[in-house]
């Protein structure tokens, strides 16, 4: 046993200055994520180390048992360090909160409690075996049931920090790879060889170099800082930046399953990643509905809705898909865009592209894109439709006399009262000065004469007020229908209804007349 000592007490002054050096090296990054914790951890490894050596050259048994005890309080603390490092430099800082750290202390606290407890320290060494060794004093230890706590405690820490760092190695860009790498290295081989030397898999070897390997593997930190930049060119976790997007973002795998979806996801559709995880996007109606009719396509892009605390809301969606090296399936990525501001724009630019602005109802412009597709339908399906044009009666001289101000209000209460008793399928439009024209689907001859009607008598009890006395208004309409069987043009239906307004006029005003082919001879 005697080369161990001398190995150890060789090595030891080595540890203490490459920690001294990885500690240099690292306080110079303080202000990134996980530096702060990474300095901890070696400070925590340095007092294993010193107080480990303190042990090999005191004399007497008090004070070796004694440092055994100040060695356990940096081997408790170790574990606790190292997985708030690995979740500060992987992004997950924020789920180790000063709450969640007291709750991690509480069996390193008690390893401690108990190593410093007379009367229970046999929990953590059943028995201590003290061998002279030279002018040293060396000692052998069975461990309690504590002990084992205590060890599987702590390895499942240190297995938790190398696993969320090892997945971010694998979620790294190949860049960046070998900066966890090296942090893995520094992690995993010193555990090994605790492992194997706490199971006394290493026959002849009862010295623990422990501390010293873990000094040593902050080597591998020192070399991630100096040669890859560990701490000065630290890439933003991917799963952050998504978390930071304010565009919804899901991931589908090959079968499109729900494979992620960040923050901004889980807010807009009201669902956390956990009760979405593996779900088909079909299982979502609301959105598959949707994007059903352009899901084969070539990375489409399409405009959804979706009501949310009684909004509709309008978002732009792109569905891409890519495939990852060496990997066959392909998967999809889906980002939904707010544009729900634009969109109401863009409704109130095309409303106001298609509505007079005085009378507000349809212009002439969209009255003939809406009676050709009429018009269309009735060729395809022979379903006939009706026109109705009115005109107000005496309108120049209602200008004339009161001013076009008091016109305007005229045309627009007509307009108003039409607007309010006409069906919410018919198109109604300004055809030009005082003339207003509807298109009424699906209406026969009959129908288009009775709406006609209840729109002259309503508009000739309207009370328009002109300094404050009841001004009568009444109109003049024209209807024409076209029936299956027919066979006429556009220009001959306005031909029809503008005859049959003029008709009405021609015969004294305030009526309605439907236009009928001239009788032969």
């Excluded at 046999?122 to 084992?148: A, E, H, K, T």
């Excluded at 893995?184 to 060889?193: D, Q």
């Excluded at 020192?222 to 978390?243: A, K, N, T």
């Excluded at 009429?374 to 109705?388: A, D």
């Amino acid at each position: 046993m005697s080369w161990q000592f001398t190995l150890f007490l060789t090595l030891s002054p080595l540890a203490i200055s490459t920690l001294i050096l990885a500690i240099y090296f690292t306080q110079r990054h303080r202000s990134t994520p996980g530096v702060s914790a990474m300095i901890w951890l070696m400070m925590v490894i340095l007092g294993w180390v010193f107080f480990d050596t303190m042990q090999l050259i005191a004399q007497t048994p008090y004070w070796t048992f004694f440092f055994l005890r100040v060695t356990y309080v940096f081997i408790a603390a170790a574990p606790i360090v190292w997985l708030i490092f690995a979740a500060e430099y992987t992004g997950r800082g924020k789920g180790i909160r000063t709450r969640s750290v007291w709750l991690l202390a509480v069996i390193p606290m008690l390893t401690i409690l108990v190593a410093w407890t007379d009367s229970l320290s046999n929990l953590l060494w059943d028995y201590v075996f003290y061998i002279p060794q030279d002018n040293l004093l060396s000692f052998r230890v069975q461990f309690g049931y504590w002990f084992w706590v205590h060890a599987v405690y702590s390895y499942t820490l240190v297995a938790i920090g190398s696993f969320w760092i090892i997945q971010y190695y694998f979620h790294s860009i190949r860049l960046y790879r070998r900066q966890p790498f090296w942090i893995v290295v520094g992690a995993i081989l010193p555990l090994v060889y605790n492992i194997v030397f706490v199971l006394r898999l290493i026959p002849g070897m009862q010295l623990d170099f422990s501390s010293l390997v873990f000094a040593f593997g902050s080597l591998a930190y020192v070399v991630g800082i100096s040669r890859y930049h560990l701490f000065d060119l630290v890439p933003i976790s991917r799963s952050l930046i998504l978390d930071h997007m304010r565009d919804a973002v899901a991931v589908l795998d090959h079968e499109d399953r729900v494979i992620d979806l960040n923050l901004a996801g889980q807010q807009i559709f009201d669902i956390s990643l956990r009760e979405c995880l593996g779900r088909p996007l079909s299982s979502f109606p609301t959105v598959w509905d949707q994007l059903a009719p352009v899901w084969e396509g070539n990375n489409p892009e399409i405009e959804i809705t979706r009501q949310k605390n009684g909004d509709i809301k309008t978002y732009e969606t792109k569905i891409i898909r890519f495939s990852e090296k060496n990997v066959r399936a392909h998967k999809t990525l889906l980002i939904f865009h707010d544009v729900t501001e634009r969109a109401a724009l863009l409704r109130s630019v095309q409303e106001l592209a298609r509505t007079d602005p005085l009378s507000e109802l349809f212009n002439r412009r969209h009255f003939f894109e809406r009676i050709n597709l009429e018009l269309e339908r009735f060729r395809r399906y022979g379903t006939g439709f009706s026109l109705v044009m009115l005109d107000i009666d005496h309108f120049k001289t209602i200008n004339d006399t009161y001013g076009h101000l008091v016109g305007d209000q005229v045309l627009i209460q007509v307009a108003e009262f039409c607007r309010q008793t006409m069906r919410m399928v018919d198109v109604l439009a300004r055809y030009g000065g005082d003339e207003m024209i509807f298109l009424l689907p699906e209406t026969g001859p009959q129908q288009a004469l009775e709406a006609a009607e209840r729109l002259r008598e309503g508009v000739e009890q309207l009370a328009v007020f002109v300094d404050g006395q009841a001004m009568p208004v009444t109109i003049s309409l024209g209807a024409t229908s076209l029936v299956p069987g027919e066979k006429v043009s556009l220009e001959t239906l306005l031909s029809r209804v503008d005859r049959a307004l003029y008709a009405s006029k021609n015969q004294g005003r305030n009526r309605t007349t439907v236009w009928s082919a001239p009788k032969d001879g």
